[in-house]
């Protein structure tokens, strides 16, 4: 079915939609959300991963190749935003992964959604934060982590799946 | 059957782990060590950020207009402003052409070429701005292509704001110097105290919860005041001498109280950035 549907042109095309957004929302508004020491960082691409796993369960009869396309989504990301790879390439196929052991115990619906969104931004945050200080790229505390930069950024996100949610779930079915 | 899968899991996990560290340690050292990026990832991101204007100029546009309505409504005392520091600004242009052709006129004559304070400005525009909460980076439309050098200084408005960190053909990253990366912010700097005299030193970080930038390890014994003008100094590279920082904002005791730390204002604010200037050194 995958292969006959739009979802097969689709899916890439706003998956990189996606990724180009997060850079140019946080360029434009870089005075709101980089107000230091806080940081809100925007994942849209993630949401639309997330998403495509919520939607996929919906009817049974699509198996999208989410896993795929987030492990390149986050090859480009490393390469062209952070410039070290080996970070989001994992971190992303990982939140598909993730998506979908949770999707196949929680029913997926709005609520349930933003609850295991939730869980995910809090993975690619975590993780990204583990990986930089590893890097030394940062040197920050886990509690200043938690307050600056978790707290923000979840805020920002959920507040994204909220108004998106329903407009994205339009396109997944417009494309299949 | 249960427990053979449980391994086979763990067994990839920690196959990953290893290989994404492998990874990054690879990455960031070729990205220390070496002026440009391996030719494939070159090659990639000049790619991608031909994509990502697509949807870069739209968005930036659109910014730009809703900006410029707001700003449409403070330009009348801005105007009022301005108009008394232009007439001081004639003065001191017209000041400042005289000295650089005496100075051009004097390098002659000693057949110097070029100096510490000679650099050709490559202006660029901000593409985009890396998604992450640990790296101020911003991608400009400028590379390698455009003479744009890896640890170029990079300034915007009126001051310095970070360094080319990687260089692609017609786009580079550049770091701010906000980053609190262990090489983002070593700017060689200098200051001239009212009195006169010249107090070198190293940038060494930057203070999150003021907005300002630190400078460490300072031994001299010259009274610096707030409100001196920090400079770079041209030493040791490729930035050339003369580039604004910012002003002394604060000077206190060292962590250690045998040197003097400083804290200095930046000249622009590093948070707004769309036009930027590359300072492609000519030597």
Known sequence: ?176 | MQKFSLNRRLVIIIVCVIVSFALMTVSVTLRNKKSTPPLVQQFGNDIVGLVDRVVAIPTNGLSGSVSAVSELLNTYQENQQLKKQVSELAQTKVRDQTLAKENKQLKKEMKLNASLTDYTAVSAAVITRTPSSWQSQVIINKGAAAGVKKNMPVMSGSGLIGRVAEVNKTNSKVELITDNNDSANRFAVQITTKSGKTVNGVLSGYKATTGQITMDNITTKAKLAKGDKVVTSGLGGVTPKGLYVGTVAKATGSDYGLATKLYINPATDLSALNIVTVAVSKQ
């Open chain 1, 1 to 176: 079915m995958y292969r006959l549907s739009k979802l097969r042109f689709g899916l890439p095309v706003f998956l990189f939609l996606a990724l180009f957004l997060d850079g140019s929302i946080s360029q434009v508004f870089s005075v709101q959300m980089f107000r230091y020491p806080n940081a809100m960082v925007s994942h849209l691409v993630v949401l639309w991963l997330v998403c495509g796993v919520l939607f996929e369960a919906d009817d049974g009869t699509f198996d999208l190749p989410l896993g795929r396309w987030a492990a390149v989504a986050g090859a480009v990301f490393d390469l062209y935003y952070t410039g070290i790879f080996g970070v989001a390439v994992f971190i992303f196929p990982l939140v598909v992964y993730v998506t979908r052991r949770l999707a196949s115990w929680i029913r997926p619906n709005f609520l349930s959604g933003l609850l295991i969104y939730f869980i995910d931004i809090t993975v690619v945050e975590g993780l990204g934060y583990l990986a930089s200080r590893a890097m030394r790229l940062n040197s920050g505390a886990g509690s200043a982590f938690l307050v600056n930069t978790l707290g923000p950024t979840l805020a920002f996100n959920l507040a994204m799946f909220v108004i998106l949610y329903f407009p994205i779930r339009w396109v997944y079915n417009w494309l299949k």
